[in-house]
Structures are given as structure tokens and as C-alpha cells.
């Protein structure tokens, strides 16, 4: 069936580098989500991409689709201790089924 | 209220009981998802609504997992004779409609231990 795969699972970064965490399906996506979920919270909705080869950003997040539609990144630039917490990837196939990634736990030393 | 409301917060239950887990979604909001999470792992689909109405019932692990939305709008996911296995975080999410673009809302969730 249709699989949702992210990495890195675990990344620590000291703060101020950047940080990286990858999706890719085994199947084409009609769209994919990114959300956030810090420690002890629920997930939170940060964006979506619909379009091949999208790329949109939110101050220090790039986030890209692949030209495939099969692969997402998202990119944080200069991480900051704010951006602790576990990022999925939620993605949406042609059935309409959607399925999250295993998320990607950022740490980042102050 | 603003967010997805979700009770209770904690439940402990011993190996073979019934639990019944709640969920209010955002109000307005027609499609409302229930979700397993186990530690470290992402959200993992249980079932879907549409109203009233069961969907996709395809992530439910066994037939002692029932969910029910009776009149679109509060749910309720019942597990009966629970087992060890099934200690998780269960989170509700809602969403304006049932299109896959729709931003997902998720409740704080319920965190349920079976000992």
C-alpha cells in the first residue's frame, strides 16, 4: 500500500545550523502538508504544497515539493531552541487515504 | 469552544476493560479523523467521518475498536477489552471538509495506559 517515509529520524544541531528533514512516498501525492508537534503537544498545521516543484517559505522554513510530486523537504535555517519538537510530513495520494510520515524529532543545543 | 476538545486528558484502565475516549471537534468543522500515536512514531489512521456518517474504517486494529459520531458533531472512540498493546496517545483532528487540502485541527489527546 501506499507508504510515507521520513528522514532523518532524530537530529540534534547545535543552534544557529541548519536543519533538514526529508519525505518520500511510493506513490505519487494530490498534495502534502508539513505539521509541527512539540513535546507533550498535539500537531500543528504549518503549511501545504499542491503544485510540482512548489516551494514556499515562512521566515526561517523552506518547504519543497518534488517535481515528481513523491518527496518533500523542509529546511530550517539558523535554528532556534523554538524549533524543538517533531515534524511529519502528512501525505495525501489519489484515493484520497491520508498518511503521515514517522516524524523527524529535532533537539537543538542552546 | 476555539480548538478540538478531547477527554479525558489521562486514563489508566486494567487489561480488559472498556474505555470510551471523546472528542468535540471545532464547531462547523464536517470531517473528523481519530488517530493512534505510539511513542516516537507519527499518527497512524484509524477512522474517518463525514457527519455522521463512518467513511474509512480501514485503520481500526481489531473489532474491538469502535468509533461512533451519532449526530456529526461530538465522537466517541470506545475500545473494549483493552490490551496492553493498545496503551497509545489517541488524538481527534477535524477539518472544515472532507477534501485532503483542508488543514487537519488535532486535540491535545487522550493518553490511555493499560496495565
Known amino acids: 500500500g501506499q507508504q510515507v517515509m521520513q528522514i532523518p529520524q532524530y537530529q540534534h544541531v547545535q543552534e544557529g545550523e541548519d536543519f533538514t528533514t526529508y519525505c518520500n512516498s511510493s506513490?505519487?501525492?494530490?498534495?502534502i502538508q508539513w505539521y509541527k508537534q512539540r513535546p507533550g503537544g498535539h500537531p500543528v498545521f504549518l503549511i501545504q504544497?499542491?503544485?510540482?516543484?512548489e516551494v514556499k517559505k515562512q521566515k526561517r522554513l523552506t518547504f519543497q515539493f518534488g517535481e515528481a510530486k513523491k518527496n518533500s523537504s523542509l529546511h530550517i535555517t539558523a535554528t532556534q531552541t523554538t524549533d524543538v519538537g517533531t515534524y511529519f510530513c502528512?501525505?495525501?495520494?489519489?484515493?484520497?487515504?491520508?498518511?503521515f510520515g514517522q516524524g523527524t524529532t529535532l533537539q537543538v543545543k542552546p | 469552544g476555539a480548538g478540538v476538545s478531547q477527554s479525558p486528558r489521562y486514563k489508566v484502565a486494567k487489561r480488559g476493560q472498556d474505555v470510551a475516549l471523546r472528542c468535540d471537534p471545532i464547531?462547523?468543522?464536517?470531517?473528523l479523523f481519530w488517530y493512534q500515536q505510539a511513542l516516537g512514531q507519527g499518527p497512524e489512521f484509524l477512522t474517518y467521518?463525514?457527519?455522521?456518517?463512518?467513511?474509512?474504517k480501514s485503520g481500526l486494529p481489531s473489532d474491538r475498536f469502535f468509533a461512533e459520531r451519532p449526530e456529526g458533531s461530538v465522537s466517541t472512540l470506545k475500545i473494549q477489552r483493552t490490551q496492553q498493546e493498545d496503551s497509545a496517545v489517541y488524538l481527534c483532528?477535524?477539518?472544515?471538509?472532507?477534501?485532503?487540502?483542508?488543514?487537519?485541527?488535532f486535540g491535545d489527546g487522550t493518553r490511555l495506559s493499560i496495565l
Open positions: 464547531s462547523g468543522h464536517v470531517s
Open positions: 504544497l499542491v503544485k510540482s516543484g
Open positions: 467521518f463525514q457527519n455522521e456518517a463512518q467513511l474509512d
Open positions: 502528512r501525505g495525501s495520494g489519489n484515493t484520497g487515504k491520508l498518511i
Open positions: 483532528a477535524s477539518s472544515l471538509d472532507g477534501r485532503s487540502y483542508q488543514p487537519q485541527h
Open positions: 506513490t505519487t501525492l494530490s498534495n
